[in-house]
């Protein structure tokens, strides 16, 4: 079993910055790729970013150049830095992980995930 624990949400105003944290545990933790997801009320849940490994990295559309994924794979830890905020980007946010090999246009669909957070909040004010 994985077990995936997000942290480091909170509210901000517009332009702050954020660094959320997903640790990831269990005796397969290591061989899952790892990403964020987010979503608001109403509103189906939307890819941010997936971390391969510790250098490879690949974005959503709406968050490029703003925010920024990292993995450690020493402590099984994603992070999704997250700087100039907008209110838009309030929402519930996910760490996901899923094993073995898809196609780009899969790693964005929610469905491809296994294995799921309980997610943090992030509120972003005007």
């Known amino acids: 079993q994985v077990q995936l624990v997000e942290s480091g949400g909170g509210l901000v105003r517009t332009g702050a910055s954020l660094r959320l944290s997903c640790a990831a545990s269990g005796r397969t933790a290591g061989r899952y790729a790892m990403a964020w997801f987010r979503q608001s009320p109403g509103k189906e849940r939307e890819f941010v970013g997936l971390g391969w490994s510790e250098r490879t990295t690949y974005y959503g559309d709406s968050v490029k150049g703003r925010f920024a994924i990292s993995r450690d794979s020493v402590k099984n830890t994603l992070y999704l830095q997250m700087n100039s905020l907008k209110p838009e980007d309030t929402a519930v946010y996910y760490c996901?992980?899923?094993?073995?090999?898809?196609?780009?246009?899969?790693?964005?669909?929610?469905?491809?995930?296994?294995?799921w957070g309980q997610g943090t909040q992030v509120t972003v004010r005007s």
């Open positions: 996901a992980g899923a094993a073995g090999s898809h196609a780009m246009s899969r790693w964005q669909l929610p469905e491809t995930y296994e294995y």
